[in-house]
């Protein structure tokens, strides 16, 4: 592609998506449908790079019911070209997926741009298993059997309230660098984030969506990135409307805290009934509440004062960690209490002990998921997933599923794999960071660089009051543990109460894959739904966001 096409705005054909299309019936074919077929190879390597600047897509034509409604749209699944901002030349050919309703005036309609964490891992895995038109039954929290899979529509899509974008990052998907770029030169929290703003910047433009309602949704690490993509937008020009954080981890220091992993503990002793505590609690809420009032108090002292036998505060906690646990005293006092401890293989203590007595270990991303023990409840990143029960729960099946989905229905064909989970990405990212203040703040005690984020997203609310933000967590999500995210937000730098109202936190009996639950799926979507509506409808604060988009847009063009 030469530069001048790549650089009229919405003139690229390929891209643009929210055209009327005449044919909303559902079927596959339809006379407007465009197949597309890429022979480029898209190495997922860190030395890997493409030498073709083409923005392709495949584009289908479907129809979906949601709430009684049926809703016609259009899939657009291929590439756009990134451009690196000092140069203006082409540095990433960035694979995605939109569905856009058809019909509609873009200005009024909102669109929210998707990514899963990793880092390293692509957005197949929220595509497939969230608010998509379409996504995979699977039959959490037992173990999906083998092919053959069926795809069906999502009634709690959120089509019904936003156009969605899925983002694969560099390296995943068919993502990769422009030469004479390379894969590596996007693999860290800065890097990644750049090039994502780029990135929603070409799809605004090619699309004509500048003035769209926007938002984010991004799991796990993508919790993170959403704090330093949402500032960088903002500091660009890009104002959002909302972010949706599922599964948090905004502050790497606090990974492993037992006063924040202790709640997601106690509820999946509750799950499996192995707590001590009587009577028996009924509700999970009401519990895991009363579970955190005691971590952030008498357990943390008793953490701290452990192994003092004058303390006298020391065996009432211990008796009370015991009930909220279900683990015996004795092996809790071999842990020095400590819950969320490991042993020198890097298992979970607490993972590999609970249903010892059955030969079975839970799994970290799900607690209510369990496998047979050979060792891996292991000391999991909120990263690729590797072999925790949970991911091999679904992983054979979103393979499977995907690619027929993006050949058969989508259209989209190509002879390079798929890249769903990049390891060498998560191996090879910088985790430094420098945040709004100018300051690398993640140092841990070592003088290690972990990452914090919390910052960042302080820092765009209080720019942006307008900025509603929704935080998502799963009860039994040992990965991201739900109460560590609610410490790690009353923590942040955010004094302005009425900024703060914009943050609400909400709960779900589910994993760190909240979504793979049916009804904690169904309970998120009202959630988001709530959110969307509230945004919607506040037109005197979507008339402001885009006067300070407009301000920054101009300020940035007078630099």
């Known amino acids: 592609m030469n530069d001048k096409t790549q650089s009229n705005g919405g003139k690229s054909k390929p891209a643009a998506s929210g055209k009327k299309s005449k044919s909303g019936n559902g079927k596959h074919r339809s006379p407007n449908d465009q197949p597309c077929f890429d022979p480029t190879a898209y190495g997922n390597g860190p030395d890997d790079f493409v030498t073709d600047m083409t923005e392709n897509a495949a584009i289908t034509h479907h129809a979906i019911q949601i709430g009684g409604a049926a809703i016609a749209y259009t899939a ?14 082409p540095n990433a050919k960035i694979f995605y997926v939109a569905f856009t309703k058809d019909g509609v005036q873009a200005q009024d309609r909102a669109v929210t741009f998707f990514y899963n964490g990793g880092p390293g891992s692509s957005s197949v895995f929220v595509l497939l298993g969230s608010f ?4 995979i039954k699977t039959s959490m929290p037992g173990f999906t059997p083998p092919a053959p899979y069926t795809l069906e529509d999502n ?6 309230k936003s156009d969605l974008v899925f983002i694969n990052p560099v390296g995943t998907g068919y993502s990769a660098a422009i030469a004479p770029h390379h894969n590596r030169d996007f693999w860290g929290v800065d890097q990644d ?3 994502l703003k780029q990135f929603i910047k070409r799809y605004l433009s090619a699309n004509d969506r500048w003035n769209s309602p926007k938002f984010l949704f991004g799991e796990s690490y993508g919790t993170a990135r959403s704090c330093v993509l949402a500032y960088r937008l903002h500091e660009d020009g890009v104002d959002l409307n909302g972010i ?15 006063v924040g992993a202790l709640p997601t503990a106690a509820a999946d002793a509750w799950y499996h009934k192995r707590l001590s505590v009587k009577p028996a609690p009924k509700d999970l809420q009401t519990f895991v509440a009363q579970v955190a009032q005691f971590s952030r108090t008498d357990y943390r002292v008793a953490l701290e004062k452990f ?8 065996p009432a906690a211990l008796k009370k960690l015991s009930q909220f646990t279900g683990i015996d005293t004795q092996t809790l006092e071999a842990w020095n209490l400590d819950i969320a401890a490991y042993d020198s293989r890097g298992n979970s203590l607490f993972l590999t002990t609970l249903l010892k007595d059955k030969g079975v270990a839970l799994g970290s991303y799900d607690g209510r998921v369990s496998a047979i023990d050979t060792g891996i409840a292991g000391n999991i990143d909120p990263n690729a997933g590797g072999n925790d029960p949970t991911m091999t729960a679904v992983s054979g099946v979103y393979t499977a599923m995907w690619n027929s989905y993006l050949n058969e229905t989508l259209k989209f064909r190509t002879n390079s794999s798929f890249t769903d989970l990049n390891d060498q990405a998560f191996k090879n990212w910088d985790f430094s960071h420098i945040d709004p203040t100018g300051a690398q703040k993640g140092v841990d005690a070592q003088g290690n660089i972990v990452l914090y984020t919390a910052g960042d997203l302080a820092a765009v609310m209080a720019l942006n009051p307008d900025l509603r933000v929704l935080s998502a967590n799963g009860f039994y999500d040992f990965v991201t543990p739900f109460y560590q995210t609610v ?3 009353q923590m942040m730098p955010l004094v302005d109460q009425k900024v703060r109202n914009n943050l609400s936190a909400r709960f779900y009996p589910s994993g760190h894959m909240v979504y793979l639950d049916g009804a904690s799926r169904t309970a998120l979507k009202a959630d988001l739904a709530k959110l969307y509506q509230s945004a919607a409808a506040d037109r005197p604060a979507i008339a402001r966001i885009r006067a300070l988009q407009h301000v920054k847009t101009m300020g940035t063009m007078h630099h």
């Open 76 to 89: 657009t699944a291929g590439h756009l070209v990134t451009v690196d901002p000092s140069s203006s030349q």
């Open 132 to 135: 998509a038109p379409k996504r």
């Open 155 to 160: 009634p709690d899509s959120l089509l019904d």
């Open 193 to 195: 984030a750049e090039s």
């Open 244 to 258: 949706t954080l599922q599964s948090s981890i905004l502050d790497y220091t606090q990974s492993g805290n037992p």
């Open 307 to 314: 192994p003092d036998p004058k303390n006298s505060a020391i």
């Open 487 to 489: 410490i790690d937000l």
